[in-house]
């Protein structure tokens, strides 16, 4: 998240603590305020080996924004020696630096997002990631880090909040171990259409003809239409996931385990026709491609990506299926239920991956397709924690809602370079928006304003199965900025409320200004300022989120609160 610093040049201040009773005539303050922000921008080099490159200084980076080059005015190299914990077993250690100059650490939390898609991912290929997963979480995971596990089956589970507690997110790993998932039904609808396809020949030479290509196509189109909305589903929910983590600070990266991924999942129904298209007549025309255009989604990546990207994200896709699995090491109780999963069904060409390589690319992350070596997944990972620049610049002017492209490259030759391509700068509006639903799945601990929120009475019932729950929010009236006018004060606030379901969806964040006014000398017995509010919830409501932002100086508070009904 871009940081802000406010030079502020005031020609006369105003202390609240100490107001006098203020006559007719009132002095005037005059004041100017210059918005410089500073952003951040982290990169990882490495060698041709996938070994960290230490050592680089600032002038061998050039930083472009929008495809113009700006100065780098922050610079700063993180090693494992700055780190608190030792590098991973099995990683090369970094090239020694140039200059043994003592180098502040960097102490922004680290926050690990599991996303499990077990639409896609068959029981036994999730099971086997577990155990990687579990070692990556107790080598890397430090002092202040957070772990957060969720999964799409479909419906989306938040299987376990943020923690910083390594065992209670390996017992929820074990918890999930066995558990069935909805891709050994995805993997049956492609097999049935599949199958459909394969009849129609001999469904046609009964009555003395042969099947026009078009009746395959057909049949194609008939599963594209269902797995294309299937993956629209995934898509949602793991978009969903990475705006709600836009509020968050520190570095955050999502790991996605995901067997479906692709610009055109229906993509193997088309092929298999091309495979038997001489059965058909008008097959010796038939292009696949041309079959599926409708059903291409070549922005698919790019829109992923520009979520992750807004909200700080590096993505690290993995396809669990990896090159297959080994029937034989599945116990023979649960055979059965792997009977149609073969080697070659378990795996997908590299095509139908591409894009989660572009959403890697794209936020700086790298994805680990056809490979069983899933701890070179978490090795990686590991290992951009403890080992990258971070490179910083200064930006002006009024702070909206824009993408910014960023292009970071590297005097020197022979190194690779990883980074985000993009971000977005948010409106002071968009940033405390986000900020409320982040505080929804992680708590922030700054609190400016002092803000407090408890509920105001018992829940009444309301039509359409809703309830009505009051709930009070405070506010010290010191918090606030409070400007005098004639023999009063006035101020104003804006108060954001968001909600949290039980399926980890989080609501809209609803804005509401709030203005004041009250006489001067009645500051003393004005204690706190209280928000009441009448919330419509219903049965699926599991916590409240309100923040609180001064509209004159722009300091923030929040708090959270748990919903129990019933």
Known sequence: MPRRVLLLRTLAVLFLAALP????????????????????????????????????????????????????????????????EPPPAGTAAATPAAANTPRPPDTRARNVVVFLDTTTIHPFTRDRIFKPLEKFLRRATRTGDHVMIVSWNPGLKVELPFT????????????????????????????????????????????????PISAAVAEADQYANMVTHEQAQRVEAIKSVMASLRGIGGRTAMVLFTDQLATNPAMPAYDFIYRIRDQFTGGESYVPATAASRFNDSSLASRIADIANSS???????????????????????????????????????????ALHEIAAETGGMALTQ??????????????????????????????????????????????????????????????????????????????????????????????????????????????????????????????????????????????????????????RRKEITVKYDLTIDDKTDGVSVGIMDDTSHVTGFASMPITQG
């Open 371 to 524: 490979s069983n070596n899933f701890d070179l997944a978490f090795n990686t990972l590991t290992q951009d924690m403890i080992s990258y620049y971070s490179l910083g610049y200064h930006t002006e002017g009024e702070r909206k809602d824009a993408v910014r492209s960023i292009s970071v490259r590297l005097k020197k030759k022979g190194y690779t370079v990883r980074s985000r391509a993009s971000f977005i700068e948010r409106s002071l509006t968009t940033e405390m928006q986000d900020a409320v639903a982040a505080n929804l799945l992680y708590p922030i601990a700054k609190n400016d304003l002092n803000v407090s929120m408890a509920k105001g009475g018992d829940a009444a019932p309301s039509p359409e199965q809703h309830v009505v729950m009051p709930v009070v929010i405070r506010i010290p009236t010191a918090s606030l900025t409070l400007i005098p006018d004639g023999t009063d004060l006035i101020g104003q606030f804006s108060s954001y409320t968001a909600f949290m379901r039980r399926d980890g969806r989080v609501s809209e964040v609803k804005r509401t200004q709030h203005q004041l006014r009250f006489p001067a000398d009645s500051l003393k």
């Open 21 to 84: 009773a203020f006559p007719q005539q009132q002095p005037t303050f005059f004041s100017e305020t210059i918005e410089v922000r500073i952003i951040n921008v982290d990169v990882v080099v490495t060698d041709r080996q996938g070994h960290p490159v230490s050592g680089l200084k600032q002038e061998d980076f050039d930083l472009s924004e929008n495809g113009k080059p700006v100065t780098i005015s922050n610079f700063l190299e993180m090693t494992p020696a700055d780190s608190p």
């Open 312 to 354: 700080g994200i590096t993505v690290y896709p993995v396809s669990a299926s990896g090159l297959g699995v080994d029937l034989p090491s599945i116990s023979a109780e649960n055979r059965g239920e792997y009977a149609a999963l073969t080697t070659a069904d378990a795996t997908h060409s590299e095509d139908q991956l591409m």
């Open 164 to 211: 910083n507690d390594v065992a209670t997110a390996t017992k929820t790993l074990d918890k999930l171990t066995g558990t069935t998932t909805q891709a050994i039904f995805s993997q049956r609808d492609l097999e049935s259409a599949k199958q459909r396809i394969r009849d129609l020949p001999a469904d046609y030479k009964i009555m003395g003809s042969i099947p």
